[in-house]
């Protein structure tokens, strides 16, 4: 190697330059910082130059200790370098020589690099220059947290009060933390806005830092966004992190206490459910709410009140209070509440009143109430007046009945009383329909109704046109009496009704005309055939003697009367005795009519049959035989005619006189 050869010319050479008094220039230029971020890699650049060139310069790096001391920790001669062993750098680091530069290497930086470092150069004379430049490193801190006091804050506290704290964690160098109220920074102020700080080194040597804002609270605070705000430091900048916003309850006294009555909308009436609310416009949460009726001194601890049933002593002040159980200070509202009522309906004169017939009729309904009223009289629920008097010039027994007052008041719906009058008119009775009353029938028990007005009730008697009282049933109506009386009749009959009271009397009559009666003695008086046959036959020995039988046709004007006809001897072929159907007077019932119709029609074909048959008889029509017959003469009484017939046959009639000779018609 060349080495060895060269050695001893460079000592003489440094011999000589020293002998001769000429030394080299050495200059070292580096910059005053190098910023890196933690983890980076940093390079540390050193500039020198030297009359003597690269191969007699001597490279030396260094770092300060906190004592101020050096400590080596890369060598580089021109035959040998290398790190210095057993340093924070040892196997972190390298240089790299570049012409006149010397870069220093240092890999995975860390906050405790955070050192200065000086860069030395040497010749081969003894001359030596040096730089330094201190290594910044940078951290970003993590992302700031920040949290909201759980309680509320009253404005009442003496101190400021603790709003809320924000951290920030693992930062080099610190972090910074500023707070914010509504996007303006807070600042300290004496007893108003105290920040207090708290930085933790961790091993790591990284900067934690925790703020607490502490502050005096105003109502309007509870409405504020407060945040805090987190300044950091990277290579060549500086940068700003902003927490989450957070919202303080804030507790605050009353300025003012309202209270409402909450239901019925609207105006209030007896019986409604009344209920009143109460609010103020404080949040404290240790007070009172009083709710207290003055009038009556009834009070309930509760923000709410609620009465049923009210009556107008439940109106009146009604009084909210608000305490504070801190310091037992209070305010107040209060409200007026009116209870409209309708007393019950009066009418003047009370319950009835009686006024003589074709006098005035006078009476007034009133209500006290709160409100304007309405109203209204009704009969019989028709409408008969409007307004508070009842007035009547001239009273008559329609007047007479039962009056009711209404009264209404058209603001509230549902408010409503009433009350009745009882009007009575005295007089002389009145009998309802005509006088006299024809009545028709074909019963033979009638019912007759008579109904009267008149004040006092007319007593109602029942007398026949012969003078006989009859028994009814007195019943007393709305505006007089009324009688009903049933009886029988035999024949037609007049019966009078007689209604009276302490004014006079009134009488209607009653002719009861009894039609089937009298359609009977009529048909009954026209002439009947009466036919009496009879037939004889003797037995003598072997003999047998028929005698020829004979009709005889009579004609008689006997009346027929509702007793049953008798028969002598003889049967006589007549009406059957008719009952008469029981018919109510004035009422025809068509089934009953109809069959006494059909009975006439029968009785006046059987008469004109009986006509025809015996005016052919008188002709002698018929009066032939029919058949072989025998006869046998049998003595009669003079006084018995007996016609005694064998067969049916009518064809041939033999009239006998009373020795029982033939006799012809027209001897008779």
């Excluded at 050495?26 to 390079?43: H, I, L, P, R, Y």
């Excluded at 003597?52 to 400590?71: A, C, D, H, M, S």
């Excluded at 505006?479 to 009959?493: E, L, N, P, R, Y």
Aim: aromatic letters at 6%.
């Amino acid at each position: 190697m060349a080495l060895p050869d060269t050695a001893p010319l460079l000592v003489g050479l440094l011999l000589i330059f020293h002998a001769l008094g000429a030394w080299a220039i050495v200059e070292v230029n580096m910059e005053d910082k190098v910023e890196v971020m933690a983890g980076d890699t940093a390079q540390i650049t050193c500039m020198f130059t030297t009359d003597e060139g690269l191969g007699g310069t001597t490279i030396q790096w260094f770092y300060v200790l906190p004592n101020k001391k050096r400590q080596r920790i890369y060598n580089k001669e021109p035959m040998h370098e290398a790190a210095e062993q057993n340093t924070p750098f040892t196997d972190r680091i390298s240089l790299n020589v570049t012409g006149t530069a010397a870069v220093l290497v240092i890999r995975d930086v860390g906050v405790k690099d955070n050192l200065e470092f000086i860069c030395v150069i040497k010749t081969i004379t003894p001359e030596e220059a040096e730089g330094r430049t201190k290594l910044q490193v940078f951290k970003s801190p993590t992302f700031p947290t920040i949290e909201a006091v759980e309680r509320g804050v009253s404005v009442n506290e003496e101190d400021p009060s603790k709003i809320g704290s924000c951290s920030v964690k693992n930062g080099y160098p610190k972090p910074n933390i500023t707070w914010y109220r509504n996007n303006m920074p807070l600042r300290i102020t004496p007893d108003e806005v105290d920040l207090k700080s708290s930085i933790t080194i961790e091993s790591s040597g990284l900067y934690s830092v925790q703020s607490e804002l502490r502050m005096k609270v105003k109502k309007e605070d509870k409405d504020a966004k407060f945040y805090c705000e987190v300044l950091y430091f990277v290579p060549g900048a500086t940068k700003m992190t902003e927490s989450q916003h957070i919202n303080i309850t804030v507790y605050y006294p009353p300025t003012e206490v309202n209270i409402w009555v909450e239901s019925p909308k609207g105006k209030i009436k007896e019986g409604d459910t009344l209920e009143l609310r109460c609010e103020n416009n404080g949040n404290y949460p240790s007070s009172i709410t009083t709710i207290k009726h003055q009038n009556s001194g009834s009070s309930v601890e509760n923000n709410k009140m609620v009465r049923t049933n009210v009556t107008r002593l439940d109106g009146g002040v009604y009084e909210c209070t608000f305490t504070e159980t801190d310091n037992f200070e209070e305010i107040s509202g209060s409200t007026k509440v009116l209870v409209n009522y309708l007393e019950s309906a009066v009418i003047t004169p009370k319950d009835s009143i009686t006024v003589m017939e074709e006098e005035e009729l006078k009476a007034s309904c009133n209500a006290l109430s709160s409100l304007q009223t309405d109203i209204t009289w009704f009969k019989n629920e028709k409408l008969v007046s409007k307004g508070n008097s009842l007035s009547v010039k001239s009273a008559t027994f329609e007047t007479a009945g039962m009056y009711k007052c209404v009264v209404t008041v058209p603001e509230m719906e549902g408010m409503k009383t009433s009350g009745t009058l009882q009007v009575n008119v005295k007089g002389s009775p009145q009998i309802l329909g005509p006088g006299v009353q024809e009545v028709e029938t074909y019963e033979t028990t009638v019912n007759l109704n008579c109904s009267a007005r008149g004040f006092p009730a007319p007593t109602i008697m029942w007398t026949t046109s012969d003078g006989k009282n009859l028994n009814a049933l007195q019943t007393e109506t709305e505006d007089g009496a009324q009688s009903v009386v049933t009886f029988k009749i035999t024949s037609s009959v007049k019966v009078f009704c007689n209604a009276s009271n302490d004014f006079g009397s009134k009488v209607v009559e009653f002719n009861i005309k009894a039609i089937l009666n009298t359609i009977l003695t009529t048909i009954t008086s026209m002439p009947t055939i009466s036919t009496t046959t009879r037939s004889t036959t003797t037995i003598s020995n072997d003999t047998v003697v028929h005698t020829t039988p004979t009709t005889t046709t009579t004609t008689s004007t006997n009346a027929i009367t509702d007793d049953t006809v008798t028969q002598n001897t003889s049967t006589n072929y007549v009406n059957d005795p008719v009952q008469t159907p029981t018919k109510s007077p004035n009422i025809k019932k068509e089934s009953k009519g109809f069959v006494i119709a059909i009975i006439i029609i029968a009785i006046l074909l059987l008469a004109i049959l009986g006509s025809v048959l015996y005016f052919l008889y008188k002709k002698g029509r018929i009066c032939g035989r029919s058949g072989k017959q025998d006869f046998s003469k049998r003595k009669s009484s003079k006084d018995n005619i007996v016609v005694e017939m064998k067969s049916d046959n009518t064809e041939e009639a033999i009239l006998l006189g009373v020795n029982g000779e033939k006799q012809q018609p027209n001897d008779q």
